[in-house]
């Protein structure tokens, strides 16, 4: 790739350029789109020249500043449909912009790289909110001192495998009410196994879905699950889901379900408000002893 030969190209006057863009939802799927007339393609990804897929300007900033736009489009069952939108699919998605040399797609420059907001549909349309790399900085970051652990389970700072059998089980759904409520065969694990854990689908037309469990009982060696919210796509009985250890964040649960004290996150000795604003007693004498009882 050389942006070189593109700021020559455009320093003729009499350019052959055009934009394309890639979408990369989270399950891994990929589309690309160009206001060209004819299919692009370079780095792997084919750019649809019938997609209906157009955005307003970009607005660039230098410094910090928040880099938005907007990108509208025509909702296509082949392409973009209203059901993976509805599904939750392109939440967070990320989303790349180029300035392209059509003839010689090799002579381009990335523009744009930044994830999917807010997303509207409205008379077989959709309106997608870009939110640049910067957005980011918008959002509360760093660590949190509380009893509890501030570590995800699975994350770099936790370090358990959730893909490891110990913690994490796959098994065909028996039975579901909802989308927010499932019968799942039996996994060889306790009750309540999976209670704060997370279920993702893994086969079926809710693939690649995740929710949180809110609840889950052995019920005659069967488990039923209820999510603490619906997924957004239909789930049908034999559909394979893909249950993962719940983690309550107690140093205990750590230590004992998991195995993995080392790397709490947490700080259960540290004093409370009550310690903090305690005042000296005079009833007791003061020894320069520890004042916790």
């Known amino acids: 790739m050389t942006a070189a030969g593109l700021f020559a190209h455009l320093g003729t006057g009499a350019t052959h350029v055009c934009q394309c863009w890639s979408i990369t939802r989270s399950d ?4 690309g789109f160009t206001d060209h007339d004819r ?3 370079f ?3 084919t750019f649809l020249a019938d997609s209906g897929l157009s955005a307003r300007a970009l607005g ?3 410094g910090l500043a928040v880099d938005n736009s907007e990108a509208v489009g025509l909702l296509q069952s082949d392409v973009i449909a209203e059901a993976d939108i509805a599904a939750g699919r392109y939440d967070g998605a990320e989303v790349r912009n180029w300035l ?3 003839d010689s797609v090799g002579q381009r420059q990335l523009r744009f790289r930044g994830t999917i907001g807010e997303i509207t549909r409205q008379a077989g349309q959709f309106q997608v909110e870009l939110r640049g790399l910067t957005d980011a900085l918008n959002q509360p970051s760093g660590r949190t001192y509380l009893r509890s652990c501030s570590a995800v389970l699975g994350d770099a700072a936790c370090g358990v495998d959730t893909d490891d059998p110990a913690f994490a089980a796959t098994v065909p759904v028996l039975g579901q009410r909802g989308g927010g409520e499932f019968v799942v065969a039996d996994t060889g694990y306790n009750d309540r196994w999976f209670e ?4 993702e689908v893994v086969s079926g037309n809710a693939k690649g879905l995740r929710a949180t469990i809110n609840h889950d009982r052995l019920e005659n060696g069967r488990h039923r699950i209820i999510l603490w919210q619906a997924l957004r796509a239909a789930v049908r009985t034999g559909d394979r889901v893909k249950l993962i250890a719940g983690c309550d964040k107690r140093a205990e649960t750590c230590r004992v379900k998991f195995a993995n004290l080392v790397n709490f996150r947490g ?3 540290m004093p409370g408000d009550d310690w903090m604003i ?3 007693r005079s009833d007791d004498a003061g020894n320069g002893g520890s004042l916790v009882r």
Do not use: H, M, N
């Open 28 to 31: 891994g799927v990929t589309f």
């Open 39 to 41: 299919p692009l393609a």
């Open 43 to 45: 780095e792997g990804i």
């Open 60 to 62: 660039l900033s230098s």
């Open 100 to 102: 392209v040399r059509w």
């Open 196 to 199: 704060q854990g997370v279920l």
């Open 267 to 269: 700080f259960p000795d």
């Open 278 to 280: 305690s005042v000296p």
